[in-house]
């Protein structure tokens, strides 16, 4: 089985925004190295920044996909997106629950490459999805999960543990 691990969340230790939230763990498990953990040649491209507009790492993202049996997109916020303004760093707040449209895009792009898709989306707030939605097939929603974020996603993902998890708010189609 070969995997491809896409995404701006994938290698990142991505545990909180700014403000009240924020923590210092000790450590951090990524996303990456907790399915490498079980699935140690996973491959891994990042394929986009959490934001912006630059394309330039879709072709290998697609590559990746189409030499992969499985895709596992990471992405969602982070805290250059969202948290609480503090001394020395501004954080404004979102405009919109939008996904940033730079993932939504690679999304798309990586569905048409490889159908077997799974999203994984890391934030503290919602997102919605409305430009890709249509293009994911299986969700996960972790929210920040903490400092062994990896590996209890990788957890759910290879099916160690069935979370049952229940949402604690409403997730939008839209901002409308």
Known sequence: LSIAVIGPNAAAENLNCFGSSE???AYAVSLLAGI????PKAAYVQGCAISGDDTSGFAAAEAAARAADIVIFAGGLDKTLEGESIIGVQVQDRTTTA????QQQLIRRLHAA???LVVVL???GIVSLADCITDIPALVYSFYSGQEA?????DVLFGAVNPAGRLPMTMPVSDE
Do not use: E, K
Request: net charge positive; hydrophobic share 35%; no cysteine.
């Open 114 to 116: 490889n159908p077997h």
């Open 36 to 39: 490498r953990a079980v699935v």
């Open 150 to 154: 990896g590996n209890g996603i990788a």
């Open 122 to 124: 890391q934030s503290g």
């Open 23 to 25: 923590t210092q763990p």
């Open 99 to 102: 996904l940033p449209a730079i």
